[in-house]
T-cell receptor, first 112, second 114 residues
């Protein structure tokens, strides 16, 4: 079955470390997205990519970086510059014509 | 700027009772409208969507939503709630042609009591 796989499900990071969250999809979707979810704040867009080797900043891109070297993969790096990285991170994909998103099951990142 | 308002943060209903979750949006033109559901610790699942045409749309799990242009609303309904419906529900808005510019509401958490 097609879908989006996020790994790991839980991730712990020490202060000052960079960590990379994985997102892989086999839906043949062109567009991929990273969202951050905090209690009571809904979902906030970090980065999105519409085609390979191209991506744009979302509303809260500071302290994050992404790459899109393959259509199937859109990893997110949370850098040490992100001041408050503890959150639930969701990856999603869609067709470029719209139709709704398909979401992964999320990665919960905790800074220790 | 477009916005989505879900005025109810928490709703509690009895199993078997009817449910209505409210969603209002602010946008210059009629956007695409979506409802998603999220179980604890999981991603979001698309329940239903409205693009055009019939203003009453059917979704998965027995949910439906009605688009009312005059009220800028897209409320989600279910005639009889099951305990497994306990989750958080998100309304989302996308401008025409702007599939990447999704605005999500802040969510309504549904509790179902026996």
């Amino acid at each position: 079955d097609g879908g989006i796989t996020q790994s790991p499900k839980y991730l712990f990071r020490k202060e000052g470390q960079n960590v990379t969250l994985s997102c892989e999809q086999n839906l043949n979707h062109d567009a991929m997205y990273w969202y951050r979810q905090d209690p009571g704040q809904g979902l906030r867009l970090i980065y999105y990519s519409q085609i390979v080797n191209d991506f744009q900043k979302g509303d809260i891109a500071e302290g994050y970086s992404v790459s899109r070297e393959k259509k199937e993969s859109f990893p997110l790096t949370v850098t040490s510059a992100q001041k408050n990285p503890t959150a639930f991170y969701l990856c999603a994909s869609s067709l470029t014509g719209g139709g709704g998103y398909t979401f992964g099951s999320g990665t919960r990142l905790t800074v220790v | 700027a477009q916005s989505v308002t879900q005025p109810d943060i928490h709703i509690t209903v009895s199993e078997g009772a009817s449910l209505e979750l409210r969603c209002n949006y602010s946008y210059g033109a009629t956007p695409y409208l979506f409802w998603y559901v999220q179980s604890p610790g999981q991603g979001l699942q698309l329940l239903l969507k409205y693009f055009s045409g019939d203003t009453l749309v059917q979704g998965i799990k027995g949910f439906e939503a009605e688009f009312k242009r005059s009220q800028s609303s897209f409320n989600l309904r279910k005639p009889s709630v099951h305990w497994s419906d306990a989750a958080e529900y998100f309304c989302a808005v996308v401008p025409l042609g702007g599939y990447q510019k999704v605005t999500f509401g802040t969510g309504t958490k549904l509790q179902v009591i026996p």
